[in-house]
């Protein structure tokens, strides 16, 4: 009996004993089992779709099966996956989103054990109205939620309030007051101000004499030289890029299993410092990003910038043979530009229509179509005769060696063979016996374990030198020299950004770190072509389908570029081939698209952003959400009047800083408390106090460090790495974090502390560092022990602590008073009060000035911006 | 959940909360004078953010403890005998299509070098490598047929920690903590504890709490010194200096509330340093193993460097459970060297399966003992898994390669029903094929027996409310039934 037999046998056997359910007597395809089938089955597996390429349409073709195997093998229900999928035997359980009855279930088991009869061919009952999934447009209503109307052409309301008419902001936010009752909080003392424009626009606390400076400043425009100042500071990019690379999802490794280090991410992490400090249009901004590779002129900077799309956590196995994967990968990108740039959950129409909002499937794969093109790149980044140049040296390197090695290797070849006989004879008999059984007398497991063996074992040349003949050895030593001194002729690296083009990621070259598939060879589809165009012919993107159910195996038709419907106002080109021919265009014309005057969404969604980050809630408290599962906005006028102004001001984020900081609702005290707000608005989301906020991680160590004289104020570069304690690296699985002493080294912005995906540096994780891996928005914000812990017992506190008192002991000299004055100056920008006087002094009565400055630093003033 | 700004939800729950507490704490005869035991005994009314919270229904369990063999342990060689291994040994393996393999080819079906021995009164089959767990096979309910979805080591991880092999989803541990809180506020609620030679595949990833606020995040206690990173302050710090620290933060940012009435937040972040104090009263207590008595540590393997490593963990998650911590996670298994410190057996499945479960058979039969004689055992789940099954076949003739389409994991206590198997894998182990249980169906298994509804716990995140078992997940009806 064979074993296919025996396992069926067995199978039956199981079956029978699993008392499945009585026979039905004398089962009809015609009368009982036809219907099922056409009802219930034909729809996905028929003519319009054949989803898992399985069509149940005939006989021969369920025989015949899909993409998992024959769906019928008649005589056996329970190898037959029709009956394992509808019976739960296997999932997902058929069909999708409904359950057969146990009566039907049972048809179709006795039926298939009958030996499945079968007469003629199978049609869907009930044609389907509805357009197919590819075409599927939207209803015109469905442009009526708000944030898919056009930006209404809004003036701020007339309050017949001289003060508070003046700003636009101010008028918006006064109006709603006025309408809902609220009394607006009194102006922040000008100490708190300074404060506050430093840690919003800087990340930084105020040196003492900047405060100084701000105070002493009567002349009515102090604030907006103020803020004008600090909007120059090249402080200001290292914090609002910060907020950007959130939404970018960035970090310098890749994820996953080997967590391996991405020694050029950081390029992005300065352009988009960079381009904040420059104040890049967001447009300009959105279109670098997305299809910089496509831009004229060229420039590194855009080279650069095309790592957006590409910082998603990354498996380590190739796409070329794990399709599976880019898919993902295409996903994540899709998130990220659906919930970053339009606050929309597009990803979630990855399977289906959106739930909630007008989203056809078709949208995503149209989105999709646009991006399929794109390929891993390593932009050289060095001037094209440059770039040619280190690309000719190194083919010439690799030319010399060639012969080389194929020289090596046949001299290696007989003694290679002796290793490996060597080698074979230390296993076990069976194993033995598989390999020296002549390849054509093998059983067939042995043919499997002796490729095993054969393909697996190797020899080394410190193997093989001790088995050679004199005049062999000395042959194969001056080769091994000779290809070692070529080695090291390769000319030095140039340069390289990690980004993106467009190319056919089916002949992806074999690079560092990628894997083969698990137990794969490349597989593809396409026989022919090209990892990159050279532009002799023009580029075509490789095809992409829409997928039924997302599944890759379930493809429909073919698919067009295209945006998402709800949002698109104007007919606009899906593609605008470069002149140079050697990518589609597709990103641009997204990019387009984007950034288009009538996209309801991305001026809106941006404005909406840098109002959260100003005001500690979003217009739209969620930021990424701008569907119906969304917040709806407190003040839509005054988004809407935002977002014309952004476009009007030629998307210059600066301004929109400028214009909402120089408001009275930005100046407000946050301290204030009123009854009857309390009672009509307790939750502040009409902004008549100012929301205190927590900062964040990064600021939160950027300000002990800024505190302690210990800022290290040098930008850019690679990523540094503050120590981490024994433990913790025990923790990692993969990559790299290297040691580096905790000193002015390392004392750099938090926005250069390495960023890894497996490891998140424990102290921001403490203070809510979101999860490096998807795209977010808005932060949480917890309070939980650990921070206390963290705050109170971590070394590197405790040593900026002590840095802190040494710096105001040589500032403040020998007095305990003059030392708690400059100690509160230097970390709250105040002089201490009475009582914290008398408390203080009568601390540094019989505690050290390090104690002093440690219990500073973990003040709720201290973390707190307000 | 009712408040209108979710990211902030955290202390404002509790409301209300004053300087006063720990004020009275930190005088001389509060906290700062009180010993470890009234001190940890006594657990705060509010402001922490792991407040006990009803669960849907009735639960089984109050508390999980997982046991996760990192690497891939094979289920052929463990509990779940293939005789047919024996008959067709050095043959193909007699599937359609293509043999999925991890690394290199297929080679053909190899028996298990292990002998199998029934136990207990059902009479359960536990090979020879587990002669210690076997002998409570009448406890530990064996589902045979779990399938996952990824022959990748980290991506199986992190469907098992969070039902999704990509990365950015909460974890287990996370979702019982948002969904149940604590039991105890001056302990963290989600612990985990990974082996001494490193953390298992895939890293802190395991115990993210993904989307969800940091605070549900897993714990790390380390199995050795300090079980919490900076729980302590250095020794250069004495403790009359940190208590003159407290009390000046205390009066400091009690003045600074006053003056700031309308934050509610100021006053949570106060009460924070209480619950650190606390924490770093109650933590070092919780996994102080010396306090237990010579037989308790000999039963646990303490006494034997094999198995005293994870002897150790076992015995912390007993403590910890003890004192109200809702989910304890160890690993045994660290990514020290892949193929010698992990059950990821490529090389020679016998070597590497005899050391390791040598390591832990002793520790885990010791805690269901223990666990078991102190009452906790019904309500505790302990759930013994791994991330992947391995191979029917070889990998060159000694070793086995991974396997997500069948795997085999225990569970115990919860009142589950021992001696019992769940589900079958085909002849050989290849591929799962009676009642396939997804990772899904276990996690809505987990937490069921936790007394929530799989479907109902939901977490609002990006529009759309996010479950655990996404829109997956059968309750396995054999261990749902007590």
Redesign the interface.
């Known amino acids: 009996m064979?074993?296919?037999a025996?396992?069926h046998g067995?199978l039956l056997a199981?079956a029978t004993m699993?008392a499945l359910g009585a026979q039905t007597p004398g089962v009809s395809f015609e009368r009982d089992v036809k219907p099922v089938l056409e009802a219930r089955c034909l729809k996905c597996h028929g003519v319009k779709m054949q989803l898992g390429k399985l069509d149940l349409r005939t006989r021969e073709s369920a025989v015949a099966g899909g993409a998992h195997?024959p769906a019928l093998v008649p005589g056996d229900a329970q190898a037959s996956r029709l009956y394992r999928h509808v019976a739960g035997?296997?999932?997902p359980l058929m069909p999708m989103g409904g359950k057969l009855a146990a009566s039907e279930v049972a048809v179709l088991r006795d039926w298939l054990a009958q030996g499945a009869p079968w007469s003629g061919a199978l049609a869907e009952v009930e044609a389907r109205k509805e357009p197919e999934p590819e075409d599927r447009t939207i209803a015109p209503e469905a442009r009526q939620w708000w944030s898919f109307r056009p930006l209404r052409r809004q003036e701020p309301p007339k309050n017949g309030d001289a003060q508070w008419d003046a700003h636009p902001v101010d008028a918006f936010l006064f109006a709603k007051w006025r309408e809902q009752g609220l009394r607006h909080a009194p102006e922040a003392d000008r100490g708190t101000l300074v404060r506050r424009a430093y840690l919003d626009l800087t990340g930084l606390p105020p040196p003492p004499e900047q405060v100084r400076e701000f105070l002493a400043d009567r002349a009515p425009d102090a604030w907006e030289r103020l803020i004008d100042r600090l909007l120059a500071t090249p402080q200001y990019g290292e914090r609002w890029g910060r907020h950007w690379l959130d939404v970018a999802r960035y970090a310098d490794s890749n994820?996953?299993?080997h967590?391996f280090d991405r020694p050029n991410a950081w390029r992005y992490r300065d352009y988009v410092i960079e381009a904040f400090n420059r104040d890049t249009p967001y447009d300009v901004l959105l279109r670098e990003q997305i299809a910089g590779d496509e831009m004229e002129p060229a420039s590194n900077a855009r080279l650069i910038a095309t790592g957006f799309l590409r910082n998603y956590?990354k498996?380590g196995?190739r796409e070329k043979d794990n399709p599976q994967f880019r898919f993902?990968y295409l996903d994540d990108m899709i998130a990220t530009l659906g919930?970053g740039v339009l606050g929309l959950?597009v990803q979630?129409a990855r399977c289906h229509d959106h739930k909630?909002?007008p989203i056809p499937q078709r949208d995503y794969y149209a989105l999709q179509a646009s991006l399929w093109g794109y390929v891993e790149v390593d932009h050289p980044l060095a001037p094209k005769p440059e770039a040619d140049a280190y690309a000719a040296a190194m083919a010439a390197v690799e030319a010399k060696l060639k012969p080389l090695r194929e020289e090596l290797q046949m001299l290696e070849a007989p003694y290679a063979r002796q290793v490996r006989e060597k080698k074979y004879r230390a296993?076990?008999k069976?194993?033995q016996e598989?390999v020296f059984t002549p390849e054509e007398k093998r059983?067939?497991?042995?043919v499997?374990?002796a490729?095993?063996?054969i393909?697996?074992t190797g020899a080394s040349p410190s193997e093989m030198e001790p088995l050679m003949t004199p005049a062999d050895l000395a042959a194969r030593r001056a080769l091994a020299a000779r290809i070692a001194v070529l080695d090291k002729q390769r000319p030095a690296p140039i340069p390289v950004a990690m980004g993106i083009t467009d190319g056919d990621y089916r002949f992806t070259p074999d690079g560092a770190g990628d894997e083969p598939a698990?137990?794969?060879g490349v597989q593809r589809e396409a026989v022919e072509g090209a990892f990159l165009c050279d532009g002799t012919r023009p580029y075509e993107a490789p095809p992409s389908y829409f997928l039924h159910h997302g599944d890759m195996d379930s493809r429909g038709r073919p698919m067009r570029p295209g945006f998402v419907q709800v949002a698109t106002y104007s007919e606009m080109p899906v593609e605008m081939p470069p002149p140079h021919h050697r990518t589609s265009g597709r990103r641009t014309a997204l990019a387009n698209w984007l950034v288009a005057r009538d996209n309801p969404l991305t001026a809106r969604v941006m404005v909406n952003r840098i109002w959260h980050h100003h005001f500690g809630?979003g217009i739209v408290?969620?930021l990424?959400?701008f569907?119906?599962?969304?917040e709806p906005p407190t003040h839509p006028e005054l988004l809407d009047w935002l977002s014309r102004r952004f476009l009007d001001d030629g998307w210059s984020m600066k301004r929109m800083h400028k214009l909402l900081m120089s408001s009275r609702a930005y100046r407000l005290a946050?301290?204030?408390?009123d009854p009857e707000n309390e009672q009509r608005d307790?939750?502040n989301?009409f902004g008549w106090?100012f929301r205190?906020q927590?900062l964040e991680a990064e600021v939160v160590r950027d300000a002990i460090l800024a505190v302690a004289g210990s800022l290290n104020p040098a930008m850019g570069g690679p990523p540094v790495f503050p120590p981490l304690?024994e433990?913790?690296l025990?923790?990692?699985?993969?990559g790299i974090w290297r040691r580096q002493p905790d000193g002015p080294e390392t004392w750099r912005r938090s926005v250069y502390v390495y960023r890894k995906?497996?490891?998140?540096f424990?102290f921001f994780?403490?203070f809510?560092?979101p999860?490096q891996?998807?795209t977010c928005g808005?932060?949480?914000?917890?309070?939980?022990?650990?921070?206390?812990?963290?705050l109170?017992?971590?070394?590197f506190v405790?040593a900026q602590a002590g840095r802190l008192a040494a710096r105001v002991m040589a500032e403040a000299g020998p007095s305990p008073e003059a030392q708690l004055e400059r100690a509160y100056w230097l970390a709250l920008g105040r002089p201490p009060?009475a009582?914290?006087r008398a408390?203080?002094l009568s601390?540094l009565a019989?505690?050290?000035l390090a104690?002093?400055t440690?219990?500073l630093l973990?003040?709720?003033?201290f973390?707190?911006l307000? | 959940m009712a408040f209108t700004d979710r990211r902030r939800f955290l202390f404002e729950a509790g409301g209300g909360l004053s300087g006063v507490a720990l004020a009275c704490l930190l005088s001389e005869r509060g906290l700062l004078a009180a010993d470890d035991a009234s001190v940890c005994a006594n657990t705060p009314a509010d402001g922490s953010p792991f407040l006990p919270k009803q669960p849907h229904f009735a639960p089984r369990a109050k508390a999980v403890i997982s046991l996760f063999m990192s690497g891939g342990v094979s289920h052929m060689d463990t509990f779940d005998p293939k005789p047919a291994l024996e008959r067709y040994a050095g043959q193909p393996l007699p599937v359609k299509g293509e043999v999925v393999v991890r690394q290199g080819h297929p080679g053909p079906l190899m028996p298990s070098p292990f002998s199998f021995q029934r136990h207990g009164q059902s009479g359960l089959p536990v090979s020879e490598l587990f002669p210690c767990v076997g002998a409570h096979a009448d406890e530990l309910a064996v589902i045979r047929s779990v399938v996952g979805r990824s022959n990748d080591h980290v991506m199986a991880h992190y469907e098992l920690a969070s039902g999704t092999v990509r990365m950015g989803a909460p974890s287990v541990g996370s979702w019982v903590t948002y969904g149940l809180g604590s039991e105890n506020q001056n302990l963290p609620a989600f612990v985990v504890v990974y082996d001494a030679r490193g953390g298992p595949f895939g890293g802190p990833s395991n115990w993210s709490a993904g989307y969800m606020p940091a605070a549900f995040q897993g714990t790390v206690f380390r199995a050795s010194g300090d079980p919490i990173l900076d729980l302590r302050p250095p020794p250069s710090l004495g403790e009359e200096q940190m208590r003159a620290r407290l009390r000046l933060l205390e009066t400091l940012n009690r003045r600074d509330s006053e003056r700031n009435p309308a934050n509610s937040e100021l006053a949570a972040r106060i009460s924070s340093y209480e619950l650190a104090y606390r924490m770093q009263r109650c933590a070092p207590q919780a996994v102080a193993l010396e306090n237990e008595s010579p037989a308790v540590k000999k039963l646990y393997g303490l006494d034997n460097p094999v198995t005293g490593r994870f002897g150790r963990q076992c015995l912390m998650a007993r403590r910890l459970v003890e004192r109200g911590v809702r989910f304890v996670q160890l690993y045994h298994g660290g990514l020290g060297n892949q193929n010698t410190d992990t059950w990821d057996a490529h090389g020679n499945v016998k070597e590497n399966h005899t050391q390791h479960a040598a390591e832990v058979d002793v520790p885990m039969a010791g805690l269901l003992t223990d666990l078991r004689a102190r009452g906790l055992l019904d309500e505790t789940l302990v759930v013994w898994q791994s991330e992947f099954g391995r191979m029917p076949i070889s990998q060159r003739g000694l070793g086995r390669d991974h396997n997500p389409g069948a795997m085999s994991i225990w569970m115990a206590g919860a009142r589950i029903r021992g001696g019992q198997t769940i589900g079958a894998s085909d002849e050989f182990g290849y591929k799962a094929e009676q009642q396939i249980v997804t990772v899904h169906d276990l996690h809505a298994t987990i937490l069921h027996l936790l007394g929530m509804d799989h479907t109902r716990l939901t977490y609002a995140y990006q529009g759309r409310r996010m479950r655990l078992t996404d829109v997956y997940g059968e309750v396995i009806p054999q261990i749902a039934a007590a």
């Open positions: 064979s074993i296919r025996k396992t067995l199981a699993g195997g035997l296997e999932k994820g996953y299993e967590d956590a498996v196995f993902d919930r959950t979630c909630f909002d296993w076990p069976h194993i598989a059983t067939p497991g042995q499997l374990l490729n095993q063996i393909r697996t698990p137990g794969k809630r408290a969620t990424d959400n569907g119906k599962t969304g946050s301290g204030f408390s307790a939750a989301l106090r205190a927590r304690p433990e913790t025990k923790s990692m699985d993969k995906r497996g490891l998140p424990p994780e403490v809510d560092l999860d891996n998807i808005r932060r949480n914000v917890s309070t939980v022990p650990t921070q206390a812990l963290t109170l017992h971590n070394e405790i009060e009582g914290e408390a203080g601390f019989s505690q050290p104690g002093l440690h219990v973990n003040l709720n003033e973390v707190y307000r």
